[in-house]
């Protein structure tokens, strides 16, 4: 493998309102520092990926930004959010995770019916009248294009669902919840290509609504549907900028022999 | 050899061992009912032992070993359910956790007799319960718990992780997301635990004849009112059971036909553990359909 220089890396000072910065953020399992010092602004409204190798601490910064690290990881540093830091022990997790969806790289509906995937946590979290409830969960698989094929059986399960299908009906029990801000961890990595374009459409369109940062590995996918991308190597995030000119102008070695596929 | 013969070689050993295993099965239980059903009558399951003359029935003993078996579920279900929901979600992996799971699994090999005798000296004795269902339970819940706590702790771990982290990001607390999602998809898991766990009770004799009794004291099914001595629901009277009679009547017993009734008795036993255990399937089955939306 190449060897590169980590103390230099690239951080572009993106224009926008700003949704959530990561300040400082550092991760360890144990004594395994996975993530270095890790500084980026997510803007509001807008598409950001992070792509990087296997390995190279994607997903667990992602984790740190709904607080899904806790009791598995130490979370150093601090995630702005709204002017709160929500990495502080004292913020109500539960609250952070309702205004930040995620949703993962496998498929993971409850095993129950679809409509109970998308009432469930509503109903925990008070929404009891019907029609607010029923209203939801029309809009929602709306949103998340899934609504013209299940709207006749809403009562089937969940698992009898295609993975696809599966997929956006977790984009959209997690879109139910009005979030601001929605993470997706490699969403389409278990997908087939036309599942996949869905869920691209999707998200370009939820970006109207939403802010998004998602992990992918596919690079055409980050240029198609990404306003922003950062490259992560071996926990330190190397580079970040518009997309388009990480694909096309990338300012770092590492990075442009990581999208030119000469990498290590 | 070729993979097509080593599998067939292989194929046909199983096949066997598992014709041994079923032989032994049908074998075992069609002698038992067939020395038994033929001589169990209405007569035989609705009215009371005898102790000297022959004619006796099993009334009060079926009905004990059905009231322990409540008893002792009621006891140790939700100790278990605890147990087992923080083994499996709670418990941080430690010295501390891994010392619970040992004693869990000590206690799950004691000998009955010994429990017996323990719950004989302690409950009986020293709390002065007295030969009763109440003690009798309390012993046959050692047993359980273990078997159970296994059980759920087992049928949660098998519970997709997937479906943790889903029910963390919607913002729901760990207790919902146990209670609500993960133990409905746990439910048949769990539910096998109970089925196996209640046929230990109906099958335990060792442990009751300390605890429990070798007694069966006429009791008035109509007195609801279970603070009564005589009322069939009073937890504190002695109360022998069906396999507790089946050992008396084998053992000690004067009655001339004994060996009619421990034949029926036995029958009765095994048949009522089939319409239990069909019967916790089938209502599991219902409960987890309705919970799970399959079909
Ligand atoms: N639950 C965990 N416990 C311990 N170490 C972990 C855990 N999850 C990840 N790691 C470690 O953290 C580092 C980064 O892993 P992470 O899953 O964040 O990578 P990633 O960029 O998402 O990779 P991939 O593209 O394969 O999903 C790796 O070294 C990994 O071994
Ligand atoms: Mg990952």
Redesign the pocket.
Known sequence: MKTYNFDESYIADVPGEKEITAKDVQVF?GD?H?IFNANLKFLRNKVTSLI??????????LRCLNRMNDR??TVKGEIDYQGTNINSKNVNVYEVRKQIGMVFQRPNPFAKSIRENMTFALKENGIKSKDKLEERIESSLKEAALWDEVKDELDKSALALSGGQQQRLCIARAIAMRPNILLLD?PCSALDPISTLKIEETVVRLKENYTIII?T?NMGQATRISDYTAF?HL?HVIEYDATKNIFENPSMQATSDYISGDFG | MNPKRVNNIATGVIFALVGIVVAILLFLIGYILFNGVPNISWKFLTTSAQAFSSGGGIRDQLFNSLYLLVLTLILSFPIALGAGIYLAEYAPDNWVTNLIRTTIEVLSSLPSVVVGLFGYLFLVIQLQLSFSILSGAIALTFFNLPLLTRSIEESLNSVSSLQKEAGKSLGLSDWKTITKILLPVALPGILTGVILSAGRVFGEAAALIYTAGQSAPAVNYGNWNFLDPTSFLNPMRPAETLAVHIWKVNTESVTPDAHLISSASSAVLIIVILIFNLGARYLGNHLYKKMTATK
């Open positions: 399992y395994n996975a990087g190798a296997s390995g190279s601490g994607k997903s667990t910064f598995i990881a490699e992990v590995h992560f926990g």
